[in-house]
């Protein structure tokens, strides 16, 4: 599996599943555009790790959270590495409230950074992938967005939006060699679950059949399968990688 010629850019790339993701991409010789919000030295840090294997890579600062945005992240990628081939949209936030004590602003920051950032990007870097004639884009979804999960109201129903999205995308772009597909995470350790409370852990773990959280470069193995040129005839797929969680 090689990517030597591609561009990638990932969105939420400085740290966590982001980061891993980079770091995969570029060790099977993809270039790499790491979209960042407010992090730049860590997303200095992962473009710097990635140089380092031997790719070109850059950081670009972007709130994914609005269309005119993601259009100018798309359109700034093309310019700095003259295409686009991989697109993963990552960048996610969660703010966990019970239902009933949920304020409307939590909802909409989810939504707006989960959802509408991942479909704003695709709807501009799908431009650049048409005309290009292929294209892999890769959305991070959850087994939240597939099971549910108290307390999560609307990171679940931005996750499960990603899944409809997906399949939607799919369908539209399959034509020119544009694949879309999903991966969804169970318990990964990353800075999003450190600041979990230790008895939400201890009960997600007993409900994890491989006993363990998973680590960020278990889920950038899964992105990399989809993102590869190999992957063609794959599309619209959710793949969870989660230790045997959504079985
Ligand atoms: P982290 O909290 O560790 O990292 C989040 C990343 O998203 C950071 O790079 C952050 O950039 C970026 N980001 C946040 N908001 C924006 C925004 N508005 N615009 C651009 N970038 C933004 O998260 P994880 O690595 O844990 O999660 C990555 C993805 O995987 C998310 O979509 C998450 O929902 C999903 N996921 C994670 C699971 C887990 O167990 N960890 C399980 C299932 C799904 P910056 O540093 O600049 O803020």
Redesign the pocket.
């Known amino acids: 599996m090689s990517m030597e010629g591609n561009v990638a850019l990932v ?8 980061r891993a993701v980079c770091l995969e991409l570029a060790r099977l010789g993809a270039s790499v555009a790491v ?5 730049a030295q ?2 200095e840090e992962t473009a710097e790790l990635c140089r380092t294997l031997g790719v070109e890579a850059e950081a670009f600062q ?4 609005g269309p005119a945005a993601c259009e100018a992240l798309i359109q700034a990628v093309k310019e700095r590495f003259g295409r686009l081939d991989i697109l993963v949209n ?5 703010r966990d409230s019970l239902l009933m004590t949920a304020k409307t602003e939590d909802f909409d920051k989810t939504l707006d ?2 959802l509408k ?1 991942a479909y704003f990007c695709t709807k501009a870097a799908a431009k650049v992938m048409l005309r290009q004639k292929y294209g892999r884009i890769i959305f ?5 967005g597939l099971r549910g999960n108290p307390g999560q109201t609307a ?1 679940a129903a931005s ?1 499960a939006g990603i899944l409809g999205l997906t399949k939607a995308a799919a369908k539209e772009l399959a034509g020119r060699d544009i694949t879309v597909n999903a991966v ?5 350790e ?4 450190a600041v979990l409370p230790d008895k939400a852990k201890e009960a997600m773990l007993g409900t994890i059949p491989k006993g363990r959280p998973g680590a ?1 470069e278990d ?1 950038a193995r899964a992105v990399a399968f989809f993102a590869a040129p190999e992957s063609a005839y794959i599309t619209g797929q959710v793949l969870c990688v989660d230790g045997g969680m959504a079985v």
């Open positions: 969105t939420g790339g400085s740290r966590g599943i982001g979209n960042y919000a407010g992090g860590a997303a972007t709130d994914v959270a990552n960048a996610g936030v969660s950074t989960n950032g991070l979804s959850s087994v939240v990171y996750k969804a995470p169970g318990y990964i990353t800075d999003m679950t960020p889920v």
